[in-house]
C-alpha cells in the first residue's frame, strides 16, 4: 500500500487538535478532575515509588511520547502546578526510537500505543505494566462506565487472548473509522437517493454506489465515488481485516502463529478489491494520487470517504469546508453480505505506561489525569474524537445541526463497535503493508495473479511471524 499516509494524517490531526486548545472548557465530570489524580495510591504495585522526591523539592521526572498538541506545554504547566512532585517531559519517540530507548535501558514512562495495532506485541515484548489494580483502585476511572473500545487494551498473556483479561492502558480517544462521510450535492447532481444514517450498505453496494459517482474523462478520473482516508481503495490490511471480522474469519490463525491468504474467502476478497481498483471508483495502484483521501474530498474531487469522528472536526475546520458544512451527511460503516455488523475503530489510541519505569506511583499519576481528569473533558468537549466513557460521550457537541447529526449517527452506531480488527502481535503495521505492496500490487496490472500473489504473501508473511516470534522468545 504505497500510499499510506499516516504522516500526513498526523500533520492534519495536529492542525485539527491545536484547536482543541482554544475550545477546552472546564467542569468535572465522573469524580474526574487533575486535582482528584494525586488521589490514588497504588503502593502495592510497583517497585520505587517517588525515590526522587527529597526534602530539597527535587521532582520525579516523567516522560511521556505523546505528541504536542494532545499533551500541550500549557496541559503539562496546569498539571504541575498541582502535583509539585512531579515534572513532565515530552520526548519525540517513532518505533524504531522507542525500540532503541528500550534495549537501552531508558524507556520513556508512558508510551502512545495503539491499542488494535500496538498493544498485544508490546505486552508481549514485556514493555506494557499491567495496569489492572490501578484502574480497581481508581477514584476518577469507573470501570462500569467503561465502552468497549477500553477491551483493546487488555491481553490475556495466558492464552494470547487480545481483548480480554489484563488492562495494560487506555484510549485518548477513537472512532468508528469505517463511517461514509459523504457530499449531499453530488449525490442529488447524479439522482441518486441519499443513504440511510442508520442501515449499512454492504461493501458490494458500497462499491456499486462509488462507481455512480465516479466520473472520467476518457481514462482520467476527475472525481472519485469513494477514498479512505488511511490508503487505497484496494487490498490492503484494513479494509481487509474488517471484512474478515464481519466474516468471522481471519488472515491469521487463531493463535496467530501463522497466516493463510490463499483461503476462499481471502481469495473471494482480493479479487473483489482487484475489481474496485480496476474501475477506478478510489485511488490505488493504477490510479495514483499525491493527497490523502481528506483532501480530495474537501477539493469536490472525491464524493464519498471512509474516515471516523473526527473528520467531522477536520470538515468544520476547513477553509475549504468549513461555510458549506451543512453539504456532508454520514452512513454507517459497510458490512459484508450475510456477516456481522460491526463498525469498530482502526487504532484507538492511547498509550500504555512502561513496564520498566522507576516511578509507577507518579506516572499513573499522570496517565490518570490526561485520560481520565479534565485533559480528557476537555477534548470530548471538543469533538475532535470519541471518549472512552458512556459519562463523556454526554459532553460531545450538539450545538449545530451538524454535530447534531454526527452525535445522534455515534449513538446508533455504538450498538455494533465491539469488534476490532484482527492484527498479528508478532508483526508491525509497516511489515504487512510493506508485503501487499511487493506482491499484490502486480496483480492490478495483470502481472501476476491473486492465486500466485496470495502465496507468496503466505510465504513472507509466515516467515516474518516466525522471526517476530524469535525476537520475543516465544516458541
Known sequence: MKKKIWSTMLSVLVVSSLLLISACGGGNNNGASGNNSSKTDNSSNGGEKGEDVKPS???????????????????????EKTHTNIKIERVEADYNKLMAMMAAGNAPDIIR??????VPGYVLKDMALDLTTY????????????????????????????????????????????????????????GIPLPSSTEAMTWKELIELGKKLTKKNGEKVTRYGLVYYNGNIAAQQDLL??????????????????????????KELLNFWVDAAQSGVGPSPLHQETDWGGQLFVDNKAAMIIAGYWFSGFLKDNQLTKDRIDEFAVSPAPMMEGGTRISPSASGTGAIISSKT???????EVFEWFFGGKPA???????????????LMNMLPQDTPFNKMNYDFVQNELKYSEGYLKYNPYLTYQAVNAVFDKHFTPVYFGKDTV????????????TLINEGKQLIGTN
Open 451 to 462: 492465486d500466485g500473489a496470495g502465496q507468496k504473501m503466505t510465504e513472507e508473511i509466515n
Open 135 to 190: 484502574f480497581d483502585s481508581s477514584t476518577v476511572f469507573k470501570q462500569n462506565d467503561f465502552l468497549p473500545i477500553v477491551n483493546q487494551f487488555r491481553f490475556d498473556k495466558a492464552t494470547g487472548t487480545h481483548g480480554q483479561g489484563a488492562i495494560y492502558g487506555y484510549p485518548k480517544d477513537w472512532s468508528p473509522d469505517f463511517t461514509i462521510y459523504y457530499n449531499k450535492k453530488m449525490f442529488e447532481e447524479a
Open 358 to 364: 522507576k516511578h509507577p506511583k507518579e506516572a499513573w
Open 377 to 391: 473533558e476537555d477534548r470530548a468537549k471538543a469533538g475532535y474524537g470519541l471518549p472512552a466513557t458512556k459519562t
Open 57 to 79: 523539592g527535587k521532582r520525579v521526572v516523567i516522560r511521556s511520547t505523546m505528541y504536542e498538541p494532545e499533551m500541550t506545554s500549557e496541559m503539562i504547566a496546569e498539571f
Open 113 to 118: 500505543a495503539a491499542g488494535v495495532t500496538e
Open 241 to 266: 481485516n474488517l471484512q474478515l471480522i464481519q466474516s468471522g474469519a481471519s488472515m491469521f490463525s487463531e493463535d496467530f502463529g501463522g497466516s493463510d491468504l490463499t483461503t476462499p474467502v481471502m
